[in-house]
C-alpha cells in the first residue's frame, strides 16, 4: 500500500481545548495539521460540564485562586507555574469571549461583569465562569467553527498516531529531534508520514486504563506514551483523579454530574438518607475531590452498596433546570427527575494529574516536542486538580507554546525525508479475541489494585500483570499490522506501567494517591515523582 508523505509547520496531535486553540493562535502564515482520532469534537473537553475558573470578580483575587490551587496540590504544585497560569486566566476568559463562547449571564449575585460565576470544591471564592453545566460542548464547538475556516489548518480526523518519528530513525543525524509522526488513516488503513518543524502532544488524559471512567473512549493516554518512547521524561502519573460522582446506570456509561451541583448546595447522601461528608471533612461536600472520592468509596466498602446519592431536590425546581438543563434533561430521560429525586452516583477516573514533562514554555525533553492540556505534567496540579483549573491550563499552555514557535520560527528548517512506515514484515490478525481480552483485563486490574485506594501488595501484583500483558501485546505488535484498537491498548499498557511504577515510588499518602501501607503524608517528598526512559537524553544547546 503507498504512503503518503505530509509536510507541514505545525503538527498538532489532538483535537480538545488544548490542541484547537492553539491551532488558533498560531500564526495564518503558518501551514498547520491537527490529528483528530475520531470526529473533530469528539474528546474530553465537549464533556466538561462546569467551567472554567479565573479571577474576574472584585471581590475576588489572584492571590487567592494561587493559595487555593496550592492548597487542593497537597505541597506538590509548582508556586511560579501557579502563579503564571492564574495571572494569565482573565485573558484568557477575555479571549474566549472575542471568538464567541457565549457563557452565562447573570447581572444578580455570584456575577461578575454580567457573566454568572459558580464556585466548585476548593474554591474559596465564586471563580468558575461557565455555559450552563455544558462549559466544554460551548468551548469545544466554538473553537472548532472558527478552525473549520482557518485556511491555513488542515484537518485529519479520523486517523491516529502511532509514533514520533524522530532523528534516531536517520540514519547517522547528529541531531536530537521531533520531526513529526507516524499516523494511522482509519478510513485506509495505511500509515502515512506527518512531518513538521514542531509538533505538538494534545491528546488529553488516559483515564480509559480504568474500569469506570468519566472520559469518552478516546482517552488513552497515546501522548504520554508516545513521549515515553521517545525518551522524553514523565512525572507524577500516580496522581490519577476521580471525579466523586459519576451518574450511575446501566445505560448512562461515562455521563458525569458536575462538581457544580454540590458548589450550589447539593448534598451527598448515603441509601437511608443520612448526610455524611460532614464527618470525613469540615468542608463537607465542597472538600476537594479526592477527599470527597476517598469518603464515597469508605461508605461504599462499609456497606456493600454499588452508589451513593447526590441530592439537590431541595433547592427550587426552577434554579434546577436553568443552572443544570443538560443533566435534568439526561437524568429525566432515565427517569430520573433531580428537581424530586436523588441521583445515584459512583465515583470514576476523571483527570490525569501527571503527564509528559515541560516547562513553563511548553517544551518537553525532546527538542521540537512540546505537550499541552492532560498529556503534559505542568506542575499546575501537583498532588491534585482542583475543579476548572484544566481548560485554564489548555489554553493558557496554548499560548506559551504559540509564543515559543513564533520565536524559533527562523531558527527552525523543515525536516529531512524520513523511511516510510515498514509493514513488510507483517500480516493481519489471525485472532482479535488478543486485544479485547488483554483491554478488559488490564482496565479491570488497573480498577481493583491501582484505584482509589492503594496497598504496596496491590500494586506488585498489578505490575506482574502490566508485565506479562506488555509482552504479549509487544509480540503481537511486531506481528500484526496495526489497527486503532492495537495502538490504543498498546498506549494504555505503557501507561499503566508508568502510573504503577509512580505510585510504588511514592511512599507516602498525598492528594489523589492514598495507601494503606503509608497513610500520612512525608514532608521529604515534597517533589513531583519523575520517571526516566533508557533512551532519555538531556536538553541541551540550540534547538
Known amino acids: 500500500m503507498p504512503v503518503n508523505s505530509h509536510r507541514h509547520d505545525v503538527l498538532i496531535l489532538g483535537s480538545g481545548a488544548a490542541g484547537l486553540s492553539l491551532a488558533l493562535r498560531l500564526n495564518e502564515g503558518l501551514s498547520v495539521a491537527v490529528i483528530s482520532k475520531r470526529e473533530l469534537s469528539e474528546g474530553s473537553t465537549v464533556y466538561a460540564q462546569g467551567g472554567i475558573s479565573a479571577v474576574l470578580d472584585a471581590t475576588d483575587s489572584i492571590e487567592s485562586h494561587v493559595q487555593d490551587t496550592l492548597k487542593a496540590g497537597a505541597g506538590l504544585c509548582d508556586p511560579e507555574v501557579v502563579r503564571l497560569v492564574v495571572e494569565r486566566g482573565p485573558d484568557n476568559i477575555r479571549w474566549l469571549l472575542d471568538k464567541g463562547v457565549e457563557f452565562t449571564r447573570d447581572e444578580g449575585h455570584g456575577s461578575a461583569g454580567g457573566y454568572h460565576l459558580t464556585r466548585e470544591g476548593g474554591h474559596t471564592h465564586r471563580r468558575v465562569v461557565h455555559a450552563a453545566d455544558a462549559t466544554g460542548r460551548a468551548v469545544a464547538t466554538t473553537l472548532e467553527s472558527q478552525v473549520r475556516a482557518q ?12 509514533d514520533l518519528i524522530t532523528t534516531r530513525h536517520l540514519h547517522g543525524h547528529p541531531g536530537h529531534r521531533c520531526l513529526g509522526a507516524y499516523v494511522l488513516d482509519l478510513g485506509t488503513g495505511r500509515v502515512d508520514v506527518f512531518l513538521a518543524r514542531f509538533v505538538v502532544l494534545a491528546t488529553g488524559g488516559a483515564n480509559k486504563v ?16 508516545m513521549a515515553w518512547r521517545a525518551g522524553c521524561r514523565v512525572a507524577n502519573m500516580e496522581f490519577m483523579q476521580f471525579h466523586p460522582t459519576c ?16 458548589g450550589e448546595g447539593a448534598r451527598l447522601l448515603l441509601p437511608d438518607g443520612e448526610r455524611f461528608m460532614p464527618r470525613f471533612d469540615a468542608r463537607a461536600e465542597l472538600a476537594p475531590r479526592d477527599i470527597v472520592a476517598r469518603a464515597i468509596d469508605h461508605e461504599m466498602k462499609r456497606l456493600g452498596t454499588e452508589h451513593v446519592y447526590l441530592d439537590i431536590s431541595h433547592r427550587p425546581a426552577d434554579f434546577v433546570i436553568a443552572h443544570f438543563p443538560t443533566i435534568h434533561a439526561r437524568c429525566l430521560e432515565l427517569g430520573i427527575d433531580i428537581t424530586k429525586d436523588p441521583i445515584p452516583v459512583v465515583p470514576a477516573a476523571h483527570y490525569t494529574c501527571g503527564g509528559v514533562l515541560v ?14 492540556g492532560e498529556t503534559a505534567y505542568t506542575g499546575l496540579h501537583g498532588a491534585n486538580r482542583m475543579a476548572s483549573n484544566s481548560l485554564l491550563e489548555c489554553l493558557v499552555y496554548s499560548e506559551l507554546t504559540a509564543k515559543d514557535i513564533e520565536q524559533q520560527l527562523a531558527e527552525v528548517a523543515h525536516p529531512p525525508a524520513v523511511p516510510p512506515w515498514d509493514e513488510s514484515r507483517v500480516t493481519e490478525p489471525d485472532e482479535e479475541v488478543v486485544v479485547t481480552h488483554n483491554w478488559d483485563e488490564l482496565r479491570r486490574f488497573m480498577w481493583d489494585y491501582v484505584g482509589i485506594v492503594r496497598t504496596n501488595k496491590r500494586l506488585r501484583r498489578a505490575k506482574r500483570r502490566a508485565d506479562l500483558l506488555q509482552q504479549e501485546i509487544i509480540e503481537y505488535y511486531s506481528h500484526f499490522r496495526v489497527s486503532n484498537d492495537l495502538i490504543e491498548l498498546r498506549n494504555l499498557l505503557e501507561v499503566a506501567d508508568l502510573i504503577i511504577q509512580c505510585a510504588l515510588r511514592r511512599r507516602e ?9 503509608f497513610p500520612d503524608k512525608d514532608p521529604s517528598q515534597r517533589g513531583p515523582t519523575i520517571l526516566i526512559p533508557d533512551t532519555y537524553r538531556p536538553r541541551g544547546g540550540t534547538d
Open 247 to 262: 451518574l450511575y446506570h446501566p445505560q448512562a456509561r461515562s455521563f458525569l454530574i458536575t462538581e457544580a451541583l454540590r
Open 509 to 517: 499518602s498525598r492528594g489523589l494517591h492514598y495507601t494503606l501501607d
Open 151 to 162: 485556511p491555513n489548518v488542515q484537518l485529519f480526523e479520523q486517523h491516529i498516531a502511532v
Open 210 to 225: 480504568y474500569l469506570y471512567t468519566s472520559n469518552p473512549d478516546v482517552s488513552t493516554g497515546d501522548g504520554i506514551a
Open 359 to 372: 516547562d513553563t514554555r511548553a517544551r518537553t525533553d525532546l527538542p521540537g516536542l512540546y505537550a499541552s
